[in-house]
């Protein structure tokens, strides 16, 4: 059965949640004609995309991201937005399995009309994040959703790949363990927009007070990724809907003063350049190891180098050769 793409493209920017949920899953499938076919529909569409605001969050497991989410989105979705909540949920490399239990969290959200949750694996690679996000992401700005939130699920390179494709990149951290700035990595400072402080309510909210001061300080001592920008720390409680709005007038601070010097689209011209390379990165790779002469050899090439037989430079230098040959 052959899919009518103008017709898929015409419902979904009515706003027809079903057609969004096709043109998602035709994004997502790995087959060769579905992905010619997704390709067609998102050029169909350009015009429809680039108009929403794109917020990336992460936090380490348990610093109430989700909860953060529902009711921050809740009040969004109240002063009149459409949002689309999109979480990043590595598969697990060793199961192959993943965790969508996000829909399920986002009690609030998962309700309201005017919201849209799609909890999306990523695969087994990291461009899984960077092309079935992003490509959602559009798809989601065509249906009229004008706030997309992307959550990451915490520790690694996907907070890099989440930062490379959205407007405002929100880092929540915990109070009060006493070592708030030890297992921080110094590059998620350095991508980070703002850093928020949540479960700042009862008798956290002393020890919340005093880690956003450490990550005020810490921000004193780093170079900003903006010159236009310094990122702030704020306090806040998902949970109890407070510091929210202070929340959101930060963000749309920052792009206020992020396209009146001309950086807010500077960046996203620069974040389509850098997808562009991701994507070919990875279709290389991809191409790369289903060489037939590589698969053959690869098995014995990583024995000998782990067995300290061969070098990793003469095993790479086989692998291209064998690549070029091709």
């Not at 579905?34 to 380490?60: F, M, N, P, W, Y």
């Not at 206020?256 to 389509?272: C, H, N």
């Not at 191409?287 to 014995?300: G, H, S, T, Y």
């Amino acid at each position: 059965m052959t899919l009518d793409l103008d017709a898929l493209a015409t419902a979904l920017k009515a706003g027809e949640r079903a057609a969004l949920g096709r043109a998602i899953t035709l994004v997502e499938s790995k087959r060769p004609d579905h992905e010619d076919q997704a390709q067609q529909l998102l050029l169909s569409l350009t015009a429809a995309t680039g108009k929403a605001l794109r917020i990336g969050i992460t936090g380490v497991p348990g610093v109430g991201k989700s909860t953060t989410i529902d009711t921050f989105g809740s009040n969004l979705t109240a002063a009149g937005h459409k949002v689309a909540v999109l979480a990043v949920d590595p598969t697990s490399q060793r199961s192959g399995g993943s965790i969508l239990g996000d829909k399920t969290r986002m009690t609030a959200l998962s309700g309201d009309r005017n919201a849209f949750i799609r909890p999306s694996p990523t695969g087994t690679t990291l461009g899984g994040v960077t092309r079935r996000t992003r490509e959602t992401m559009l798809l989601c700005e065509a249906a009229g959703f004008d706030i997309i939130i992307v959550e990451t699920v915490g520790i690694g390179q996907s907070e890099t790949a989440v930062a490379d494709m959205v407007d405002f990149f929100l880092v929540l951290m915990l109070p009060g363990a006493g070592d708030e700035l030890q297992g921080i990595k110094k590059g998620v400072l350095e991508i980070a927009d703002m850093i928020a402080v949540n479960k700042a309510d009862g008798d956290n909210e002393p020890r919340a007070n005093a880690a956003a001061s450490e990550y005020r300080a810490a921000f004193n001592i780093l170079t900003p990724q903006s010159p236009n920008w310094a990122p702030p720390v704020i306090t806040i409680s998902g949970l109890q809907n407070q510091g929210l709005d202070a929340l959101w007038t930060e963000i749309e601070r920052h792009r206020e003063v992020l396209t009146g010097t001309g950086e807010f689209q500077a960046r996203r011209k620069d974040q389509r350049v850098r997808w562009m390379w991701a994507m070919l990165e990875e279709r290389v790779m991809t191409r790369f190891r289903q060489n037939a002469a590589v698969k053959a050899r690869l098995n014995d090439l990583e024995r000998d180098v782990s067995e300290g037989r061969l070098t990793p430079v003469l095993a790479v230098r086989e692998l291209m050769e064998m690549g070029e040959k091709a």
